[in-house]
């Protein structure tokens, strides 16, 4: 078994290796004049199990077309078995069209990953986890509710603890760290008048002198889970917390958050951040390199993946 890093995010990368013991493939990626990515694989690779580890964060297009490069390097030196590890799957979130004559982004980049000669893809908090259907082959999706219920319990210590999905697409998401957390739940009804745009209509359950936990899959321009905290607190509630897999973090996000009602945002290293966040007091990371890590493992010694979530 074999881990190659592409150029998305190598912190998270060498942090896999480093807990599975494993030495990163020797790459030389680059850039040509234009622009154009340029991928070589320096050692022989012939025969082997290798996992690609990239994540299609910004710049999404130029990640995305390296993640499909390094796949069909491998394919052309004859890997064994190339499983895509795309700790970010972006372009996700147009799995269906919603209004008429729209892409279906999510679908197209399953065909990308499978014409370039993928065999597996693991990903992490799928945008839907349907998309597991564009593709005909396996597909791990990892699960970071457990590791955030593990920070609230270590955390948060409150007896009027209420988990709260920011739309009606996170539902299943808190449904699920309510469970593990024994909290109740309330749902935000939020509309989309455009694209980047969004308007909470009404909050159901009662948030009235509560510690509200809001997950997501994805923040982006922040607007969601800043107008989410908003109108919990004009409800009441005592303070918000929002745990986020996937900090995309366009924008003036960063700054828009550390002005937010928001006591603390959460967020994973699946986009690295390092940089953009140094000053972000508000913003924490929890690294899913372990979990990452453990499932590539599995899969490696072909034990169960699902289990790691029991
Ligand atoms: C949408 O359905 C996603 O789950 C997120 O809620 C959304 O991408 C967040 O975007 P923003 O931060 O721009 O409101």
């Known amino acids: 078994m074999k881990i190659l890093s592409g150029t998305s995010n190598p912190s998270l990368s060498k942090s896999i290796s480093k807990y599975l013991k494993t ?16 991928v070589e694989i320096n050692e022989n690779i012939r025969g082997n199990s290798v996992f690609v580890i990239q994540s299609s964060a910004t710049p999404a297009n130029d990640n995305l077309m390296e993640l499909l490069l390094c796949i069909d390097a491998l394919r052309r030196s004859s890997a064994k078995n190339i499983t895509a590890v795309i700790p970010y799957f972006g372009y996700a979130r147009q799995d269906r069209k919603v209004v008429p004559r729209t892409s279906i982004s999510a679908k197209l980049v399953s065909n990308l990953i499978t014409n370039a000669g993928a065999h597996r893809v693991v ?18 999706n990892l699960f970071t509710t457990p590791l955030f219920a593990r920070y609230i319990k270590k955390n948060i210590r409150s007896k009027n603890l209420i988990c709260v999905s ?18 109740d739940l309330a749902i935000i009804d939020k509309r ?18 509560k510690d509200c936990m809001i997950i997501d899959d994805i ?27 996937h900090a995309v973090l366009s924008g003036d996000a960063i700054n828009k958050i ?19 966040i140094k000053k972000a007091s508000k913003i924490e990371v929890l690294s899913i390199a372990q979990l990452m890590a453990e499932a590539i493992k599995r899969i490696s010694n072909s034990t169960s993946v699902s289990s790691l979530f029991n």
């Open 166 to 183: 920011p739309d009606a697409g996170a539902i299943e998401r808190t449904r699920g760290l309510a469970t593990k957390i024994n909290a």
């Open 258 to 276: 550390q002005r937010s009602k928001i006591k603390k945002l959460i967020i994973t290293d699946t986009i690295d951040n390092s940089k953009k």
């Open 192 to 209: 989309r008048p455009e694209p980047g745009k969004s308007k909470v209509m009404n909050i159901i359950g009662d948030v009235k002198d």
């Open 219 to 245: 923040i982006d321009s922040g607007g969601t889970i800043i107008n989410a905290a908003d109108a919990l607190i004009k409800k009441g509630a005592r303070n918000v917390h929002v745990f986020i897999t």
């Open 123 to 140: 990903t992490v908090d799928l945008h839907a986890g349907q998309i597991q259907g564009f593709f005909d082959m396996p597909v791990d």
């Open 23 to 38: 030495k990163l493939v020797n790459t030389n990626i680059k850039k040509f004049a234009d622009g154009e990515i340029y």
